[in-house]
C-alpha cells in the first residue's frame, strides 16, 4: 500500500473515531499534497510525499520554538501534538553514526578535501538520504567531515 494510500486510510479512521485533532492534522497533510500535485502537474509518489511530511515537520518545530518563546504554550502543545501525526508517516529514521558512515563514505568517494566542496556533497547526500535522516544533522555530519 502507498503511503498516500495509508494516509487516507487513517483519515477514514479518524473520521470514524471522531478523532478530531488527528483528522485535521491529517486533512492538512492531504491539502498539502493536493497542492504539491496541482502546483507542478504531477502525481505524487512516496519520496515526494515523504518531502512535503519532513516540510511540514520542520514548519511545525519552528511554530514549536516561537510560540514556547512567546509564552504561547496551548499553541505549543496543539503544533506538538500535529508533530506527533506527522511523524508517523516518516519512515525509519537513521542513527548519528549511520548518518556519519554514510556521509563519510560519500565524501571519499566524490574526493572532496574541504568546506569548498560542501555544495557538491551536499547535493549527493541529499540524493541518498532525502526522507531518511533529519537534514540538519546530515548538513553538521557533512561539516565536520570537510573540516577534519
Known amino acids: 500500500m502507498s503511503l498516500k494510500a495509508q494516509i487516507t486510510?487513517?483519515?477514514?479512521?479518524?473520521?470514524?473515531?471522531k478523532d478530531s485533532e488527528k483528522l485535521g492534522t491529517i486533512r492538512m497533510l492531504l491539502?498539502?499534497?493536493?497542492?504539491?500535485?496541482?502546483?507542478?502537474?504531477?502525481?505524487?509518489?512516496?519520496?515526494?510525499?515523504v518531502a512535503i511530511v519532513d516540510k511540514l515537520i520542520k514548519q511545525r518545530k519552528d511554530s514549536?520554538?516561537?510560540?514556547?518563546?512567546?509564552?504561547?504554550?496551548?499553541l505549543a502543545d496543539k503544533e506538538s501534538a500535529e508533530l506527533k501525526v506527522l511523524e508517523a508517516y516518516l519512515p525509519q529514521r537513521l542513527s548519528e553514526a549511520e548518518i556519519q558512515a554514510e556521509?563519510?563514505?560519500?565524501?571519499?568517494?566524490?574526493?572532496?578535501?574541504?568546506?569548498?566542496d560542501m555544495g557538491k556533497v551536499m547535493g549527493a547526500?541529499?540524493?541518498?538520504?532525502?526522507?531518511?535522516?533529519?537534514?540538519?544533522?546530515v548538513s553538521a555530519a557533512v561539516k565536520a567531515a570537510l573540516a577534519g
Request: hydrophobic fraction near 45%.
Open 9 to 17: 486510510e487513517d483519515m477514514k479512521t479518524a473520521m470514524r473515531a
Open 31 to 49: 491539502a498539502a499534497v493536493k497542492q504539491k500535485e496541482v502546483d507542478e502537474r504531477v502525481e505524487v509518489d512516496d519520496v515526494m510525499l
Open 64 to 74: 514549536i520554538s516561537q510560540f514556547s518563546a512567546a509564552g504561547r504554550q496551548d
Open 103 to 116: 556521509v563519510a563514505a560519500i565524501v571519499a568517494e566524490l574526493g572532496a578535501k574541504g568546506p569548498g
Open 125 to 137: 547526500v541529499k540524493g541518498k538520504l532525502a526522507g531518511k535522516a533529519d537534514m540538519g544533522l
